[in-house]
């Protein structure tokens, strides 16, 4: 009898909570257009997010090794001509380049049959939260209150509550953002699903590995005012030959991670160099007017339902449609 009136309070509780839980609609992409404006100002016929960046194009050319794995277009082993996009995350153009932030890394593939292939990574092996509504939140949880200033106080909070946001930031404070573009391994972040020439659906994740290798800011560097070289360093760099990444899938076991992009597979799985993307110049306007919308896949690739990875496409649209209508 005295666990029936328990129920009866709980439930009359959370009746008298239902106007409020409907307050709190799931994430809409539209929300994060606005949460990056108020994080970053309003700056217009410019990207909301990643707005700093620099183009680049070359190719990429399947190994051997892809060719023979997989059934995907783009492991097709012809090379493939690639527009690419390096950039820091945020709506201010002016963000400094050795921000204790993220750098991200899109490229579109154009295949012979006129179709594309888009990815955009980031140096960082985790994203900020596991779904849109918790990187949604953490977003308003960063914008300046009244004074012009975070509040501190409630943004701890906000991570607290929310420990998926944890990962990136313990990740951030103990590696230094990279000298270069060109020194940074970048990662896809998401679960894809790419058909293997047994006709089956292989659940992958994969990275980008830069054949110059990993190379980070000094400290020095890092406490410099002059936050503007990531661009020069580059256009610099390929003054003496291209700049090539490795191209290497990761294998999922059923107990990896699909949907949740803060979850880490293990670094012990199988994985495949599956070719080799190459950068010949840097600084054109080949990459202004794209949009890397990361579920624009082609033929043998598979996204998968990680809602993250799903709220990027209508995300990047409203942006896309704005920058290029000079909103
Ligand atoms: C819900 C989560 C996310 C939202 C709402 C979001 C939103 C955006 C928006 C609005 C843009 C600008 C698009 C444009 O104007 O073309 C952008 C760019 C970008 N985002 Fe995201 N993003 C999310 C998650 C991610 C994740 C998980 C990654 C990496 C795995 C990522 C990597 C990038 C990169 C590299 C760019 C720059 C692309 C370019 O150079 O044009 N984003 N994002």
Redesign the pocket.
């Known amino acids: 009898m005295r666990k029936h009136s328990v129920f009866l309070l709980a439930a009359s509780v959370s009746i008298a909570a239902l106007p409020l839980a409907a307050d709190t609609k799931p994430?809409q992409?539209n929300d994060?257009?606005e949460a990056?404006a108020k994080l970053s100002g309003d700056h217009k016929g410019?990207?909301?997010?990643?707005?700093k960046?620099v183009c680049a194009v070359g190719d990429f050319t399947a190994s051997q090794e892809g060719v023979d794995h997989f059934d995907a277009d783009v492991f097709s082993g012809k090379t493939l001509p690639v527009v690419y996009?390096?950039?820091l995350?945020g709506g201010n153009p002016m963000i400094p380049d050795n921000a204790r932030a993220?750098r991200?890394?899109?490229a579109q593939f154009s295949l012979p049959n006129g179709s594309k292939h888009n990815i955009?990574?980031?140096n960082v092996p985790v994203?900020?939260?596991k779904d849109?509504d918790t990187?949604?939140g953490l977003l308003q949880a960063s914008a300046p209150a009244t004074d012009g200033k975070p509040d501190m106080a409630k943004l701890a909070a906000f991570k607290t509550a929310h420990p998926d946001t944890k990962p990136l930031e313990q990740w951030l404070g103990s590696h230094q953002p990279p000298y270069s573009y060109a020194t940074a391994e970048y990662?896809?972040?998401?679960t894809f699903y790419i058909r293997g020439k047994n006709g089956e659906q292989t659940k992958v994740r994969f990275q980008l590995k830069p054949q110059d290798g990993i190379k980070g800011l000094t400290d020095a560097e890092l406490a410099d005012k002059n936050g503007d070289f990531l661009s020069q360093r580059l256009t610099e760099r390929l003054q003496q030959g291209p700049v090539s990444f490795d191209w290497v899938v990761s294998f999922g076991q059923p107990e990896d991670s699909v949907n949740d992009?803060t979850q880490q597979w293990p670094d012990n799985r199988e994985t495949l160099t599956v070719g080799t993307l190459r950068l010949t110049s840097s600084g054109d306007d080949s990459?202004t007017k794209?949009?890397?919308?990361?579920n624009v896949l082609s033929l043998g690739f598979t996204a998968s339902d990680d809602?993250?990875?799903r709220?990027?496409s209508p995300?990047?649209a409203?942006?896309?449609g704005?920058?290029l209508s000079g909103q």
């Open positions: 994430a992409p994060f257009i990056f410019m990207r909301k997010n990643h707005a960046g996009r390096f950039s995350p993220p991200g890394f899109a955009a990574t980031l994203f900020a939260a849109p990187f949604l990662f896809g972040i998401h992009p990459c794209l949009n890397f919308d990361p809602p993250v990875l709220m990027r995300a990047y409203i942006s896309f704005k920058r």
